[in-house]
């Protein structure tokens, strides 16, 4: 390395040497730090991948979740399959039916079909469609003649009403999904860490663009990092906790406008032992961040997630105010919603800062008393007295 830094050679610290380059140095090659895999990423999504599912058949014990949670090109390809599918098989039944009783040859002008005017397969599969879909042209009608044939009609009407009924239902349920609600609420790309009435406190900001309500709307977060147990076990993602600071007590909030959320990083905060020298790209800790709530239009439960890596937090910031007071009603300005504002900040840890504070507690003297305590040393005897003490 010193022979590197004589030759005005600059090694950015996310980097590191690889044995090639400290032999070489004619041809630089750098070898870059694995940055941690989200586990949430900041639209939502959960990163994680479900292999080796050996029992593929619990999916079809819940047809319609299966069906919901289907991407729209195989939910539009199976409705139109199923349509299809029904029409060509009692087109089939109709077909054979008028095929069993002749309809498809006689030309006795006393001759009574099953079906009028079904005389191939191609008049069977329009007399199935009208049947389905309840059209009735009136070209094509079912007679008294085959009970058979009026129980098919029966058979393929209930059918049809229930294809009708699972394929609308799943349409309109994955039309009101509750992610889609959570598409307009939104939080600030980077969260903060700064001073809040003397404490370190992580802080983000959060905010509805709709003006119609989320109803019992609350806040949770936790702090996903790798761990190990006392007893050696490795936990590859230890979900904790973190409480808000919240007076009430409860992590619900009134999102009529863009909330900061603070959290008081305390003896019980995942965070107590982070200072701004640990907020690096390949640091072990994601904050996920999770708003729920009752949507006010529909009465569906949404949920709107979004997490922070450790580079994506930034140490002595805050955010810049957003909320004006304009002609007798509250502005929102979205366009600062995730600036924020340097601020003095510590540096070292919420630990630290509390063992500095404890440390530096002002010493009490009695006024009653004129001999001074032992435990004082003469360096720190003070230049002035509030009594006089005797000679």
Excluded at 21 to 29: C, G, H, V
Excluded at 44 to 67: S, W
Excluded at 116 to 130: C, G, P, Q
Aim: overall charge positive; some cysteine.
């Amino acid at each position: 390395m010193a022979m590197l830094s004589r030759k005005g050679i600059i090694i950015p610290e996310e980097y590191v040497l690889t044995p090639r380059l400290a032999e070489d140095i004619s041809e630089p090659r750098f070898k870059t730090r694995a940055r941690r895999a989200r586990f949430v990423a900041k639209n939502g999504t959960c990163n994680v991948a479900h292999k080796n599912i050996r029992e593929q058949g619990r999916f079809l014990l819940d047809v319609f979740t299966t069906l919901v949670d289907l991407k729209w090109h195989y939910t539009l390809l199976i409705f139109t399959m199923s349509f299809l599918c029904t029409w060509l098989l009692f087109a089939m039944i109709w077909w054979l039916i008028a095929f069993a009783h002749g309809d498809l040859h006689s030309k006795e002008k006393e001759f009574v079909p099953c079906v009028t005017s079904v005389h191939s397969f191609t008049s069977a599969f329009l007399f199935s469609i009208e049947v389905q879909v309840t059209i009735g042209f009136g070209g094509r009608m079912i007679t008294e003649e085959c009970p058979f044939a009026i129980l098919m009609l029966i058979v393929q009407n209930i059918a049809g009403l229930i294809i009708n009924a699972i394929m609308l239902g799943c349409i309109f349920m994955k039309t009101a999904q509750a992610h889609r609600r959570a598409e307009t609420l939104i939080f600030s790309k980077h969260a903060v860490i700064a001073l809040r009435n003397g404490k370190l406190c992580f802080m983000f900001r959060v905010g509805d663009l709709r003006k119609s309500m989320i109803i019992s709307a609350a806040i949770r977060i936790q702090v996903v990092r790798k761990s190990t147990s006392q007893e050696g076990e490795i936990i590859p993602l230890h979900q904790i906790d973190i409480q808000l600071d919240n007076p009430i007590g409860t992590n619900g909030i009134f999102l009529v406008t863009p909330l900061i959320i603070c959290h008081n990083i305390d003896k019980g905060s995942p965070m107590y032992d982070i200072s701004s020298d640990n907020l690096t790209h390949h640091e072990d800790l994601e904050v996920i961040v999770i708003l729920e709530g009752v949507v006010e239009t529909t009465g569906i439960t949404t949920q709107a997630r979004t997490s922070y890596l450790a580079d994506e937090i930034l140490w002595g910031h805050r955010f810049v105010p957003i909320v004006t007071e304009e002609d007798g009603k509250y502005s929102v300005d979205y366009s600062k919603f995730g600036n924020t504002m340097r601020a003095p900040t510590p540096s070292c840890t919420a630990r630290q800062l509390e063992e500095s504070r404890s440390s530096l507690s002002p010493m009490s003297f009695s006024p009653r008393s004129t001999i001074r305590k032992r435990t004082l040393s003469k360096k720190l005897r003070p230049k002035f007295t509030l009594f006089t003490e005797p000679s």
